[in-house]
């Protein structure tokens, strides 16, 4: 997966300059960013704190570990059924 060009605390900062009347094509412009990645962002992170933001980065980050270990688990399951 792609690294974000932004911070956490980047995309926050954007996302209140916004809720205080800042326009999101200006704010597109000022970022060099499409509003589509704001829109995305918004629906994402709207109404997030820093911890909040924080812990769904952790969350994700387990979920991914954990589909991988699913993954190699099923994986020698299947080798272990074949061999039988």
């Given at each position: 997966m792609?690294k974000s060009?932004?911070?956490?605390s ?15 094509p ?5 970022h060099?960013m499409?509003?589509?990645q704001f829109y995305k ?6 109404g997030?704190?820093?911890?909040m ?5 952790e969350?994700?980050?387990?979920n991914?570990?954990l589909?991988k270990?699913y993954?190699?688990e099923?994986?020698k399951?299947?080798?272990?059924k074949e061999a039988?």
């Amino acid at each position: 997966m792609r690294k974000s060009r932004y911070t956490d605390s980047q995309i926050l900062a954007i996302l209140k300059q916004n809720e205080n009347g800042i326009p999101v094509p200006e704010l597109c412009r000022e970022h060099g960013m499409s509003s589509a990645q704001f829109y995305k962002w918004r629906a994402k992170f709207g109404g997030m704190d820093a911890s909040m933001m924080k812990r769904l980065k952790e969350l994700e980050d387990e979920n991914k570990r954990l589909k991988k270990m699913y993954a190699e688990e099923r994986l020698k399951a299947e080798i272990r059924k074949e061999a039988l």
